[in-house]
């Protein structure tokens, strides 16, 4: 935000004098936003806030971020805290908005918004006693068997799905369950569906890693990272399906999931403490 703003005051500088009682409200408001920073949250740790702060959560901001928050058109929030944001800075966020971007501003009262980061960093900071249970070991093996094709867990696996060796530092155990059993219902940025077709007809299909007016970087079923200009191509079509399989409890007994959820927490452990 601040910096956001610094950019702007440079900006009107460059533009004359005659703007600078604006650029000086503006620097005014950017001390301001420092203050924000180091702001606490009334509502710290009170559990109803949090679900105060999901049922609005679920209304205004589900539809870009996703009904867990892992992201759809707008970012994951469920890393905030693990990638080092404070409460203050994640309120201020939400207050402003982020200019240049479909992030909005809102004028909602205090109250709302603390609610709204309550809930946020309810998702985002997770105590190991979740995934306290299950044995590691069978674990492991469930995981070589149905997930190691396409996720890597410590030193080896696929690339297709995103790496997950530190997966359960930052999502709870709701999170992950969900995540497992129903793949498409949110699908992490860098790691949607995609499939192109080229000119002459052959269809390619992977995971989306970045997107331009001119071209397009896939990294597709056959783990080969790709790379086409559009004019190359006669269709470029995002898909809703995730490229992971679901794994309903048929397929993944209750059993079988809570040793894979220890067997990946083991994981986060052994990387967070080498
Ligand atoms: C119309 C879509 C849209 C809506 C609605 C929306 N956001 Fe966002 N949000 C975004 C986008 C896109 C970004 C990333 C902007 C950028 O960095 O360029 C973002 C960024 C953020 C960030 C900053 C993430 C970071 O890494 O620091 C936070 C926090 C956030 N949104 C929270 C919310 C909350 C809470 C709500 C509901 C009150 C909300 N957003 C509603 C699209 C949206
Ligand atoms: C055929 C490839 C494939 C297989 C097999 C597969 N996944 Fe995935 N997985 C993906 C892809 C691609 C994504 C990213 C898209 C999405 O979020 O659905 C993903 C996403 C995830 C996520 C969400 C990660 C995040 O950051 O939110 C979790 C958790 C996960 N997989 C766990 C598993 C587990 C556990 C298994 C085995 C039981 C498994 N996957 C099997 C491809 C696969």
Redesign the pocket.
Known sequence: MSVNNRAIVTRLLAHGLGLLPIAVALLLSTGAAAAQDSLANPHEGNAAAARAGRAL?ET??A???GADAKGI???D?TV?WA?G?SDGR?FQ??RRG?A?????S?TAPDDELWA?VSY?KSLGTVSPVEFATGDAEQGRQVFSANCAGCHRAGRSGGRLGPDLSRITLSRSRAGMIAAIRDPSAAMRVGYRTVTVVTADGQRIRGVKKAEDAFSIQLFDTGGRLQGYLKTDLSDVRDEAQSLMPSFPVDRLSDGDLDNLLRFLASVGEATNNP
């Open positions: 959560f205004r901001c539809e870009c971020h058109s707008g970012p929030l905030l990638a944001r994640v966020t939400i982020i240049g971007s479909i992030m909005p809102s709204i946020l």
